[in-house]
């Protein structure tokens, strides 16, 4: 390096800096640039995979709210047959064909005559 009269080394501007680094500030970057043509290329491992499983996860996620939505109306179900007498009525009659004591069933073999 060349010294200054003061005794002291002279001072690079900015381009010489990054001239004197050469390759050492060059080679992070064309790592970068490989590793990003490498996911765009490797079909098997690479960012075409890794979106498939971002949209996987997204509709894994849709499931999970689906069934935690049914979850949630059973629960509530299984608390009004627990407690509310007529829920319990209900699923007797429509399930079990119960009547209460008097009451008769009265079927209509051709139902679709009372569609007109």
Known sequence: MA?????????????????GLGWLAVCPLLAGVFTLGALL??????????????????????????LERLGDERTARLERLRSDPFEIETVARE??????????????????????
């Open 3 to 19: 010294e200054r009269a003061t005794g002291r080394p002279a001072r690079r501007g900015r381009a010489g800096f990054l001239a």
């Open 41 to 66: 290329l490797d079909q098997n491992e690479g960012l075409v995979q890794l979106l498939d499983l971002h949209r996987e996860l997204g509709e894994m996620r849709e499931q999970v709210q689906e």
């Open 95 to 116: 399930r079990l064909g119960m009547l209460r004591p008097g009451e008769r069933v009265l079927r209509l073999e051709n139902d679709s005559a009372w569609a007109h």
